[in-house]
């Protein structure tokens, strides 16, 4: 398995303003993921990332606002920029691990955006 | 049709009954099924892991997978208070590759 550490669990954060999200992994990961759940709803992937490439974003979801950073195996950042309430959600990091590359989740970053 | 098709309910039942949750889908390059639990403000905790067709169980819990019908299932037997929560079904055509969610099913058991 793989213990996901993320920073900050949760935030209220002004609108227009950015924040970032810091995932932190226990071992050494070839793919992250980054999810978002909105409130009552499922998850719904916004990005991939590859250590030494960009990122690779899901339809409707863009660089500019959801800058994703993945300097090393172990660590990713997620930038949710110029923020508006629908922006309110749960954003999770992913990771697969062990055995048949299991998917991993970190416990979330609740952001509420006022 | 979305790719991924499961009740949201929500679904009550009394403490000790057997719970079915099911999940269909649409793409027939899913190999790669899962189920997760997720208690209300925390993240997806993985219940169950199938690759293909069959059965696996674990404890109380054991998942189905039928391939010919995309439909999979968890069952839950003896279902307690602390199983309310949140069951996601998940999938995907390779390993350690992004999931394709369902929309979950909320469980409450009540004592």
């Known amino acids: 398995s793989a213990v996901i550490s993320q920073k900050p669990s949760r935030d209220i954060c002004q609108r227009g303003t950015s924040l970032t999200i810091q995932c932190q992994v226990d071992s050494q990961v070839t793919m992250m993921f980054w999810y978002r759940q909105q409130p009552g709803q499922s998850l719904t992937l916004i990005a991939t990332?590859?250590?030494?490439?960009?990122?690779?974003?899901e339809s409707g979801f863009v660089i500019d606002k959801f800058p994703i950073s993945r300097p090393n195996l172990t660590f990713s950042t997620l930038t949710v920029s110029n923020m508006s309430p629908e922006d309110s959600s749960i954003y999770l990091c992913s990771v697969g691990a062990g055995s048949g590359n299991t998917i991993y989740f970190g416990e979330g970053s609740w952001l509420t955006v006022v | 049709q979305k790719e991924v098709e499961q009740d949201p309910g929500p679904l009550s039942v009394p403490e000790g009954a057997i719970v079915s949750l099911n999940c269909t889908y649409s793409n027939s390059a899913f190999q790669y099924f899962m189920w997760y639990r997720q208690y209300s403000r925390k993240g997806p905790e993985l219940l169950m892991y199938t690759y293909s067709s069959g059965n696996k169980e674990d404890g109380r819990f054991t998942a189905q997978v039928d391939k010919s019908s995309k439909y999979i299932s968890l069952f839950i037997r003896d279902s307690q208070p602390s199983d309310s929560a949140t069951y996601l079904c998940a999938m995907s055509g390779q390993a350690g590759t992004a999931l394709i969610f369902g929309k979950g099913t909320t469980l409450s058991v009540s004592s």
């Open positions: 990332a590859n250590q030494g490439s960009e990122a690779t974003y």
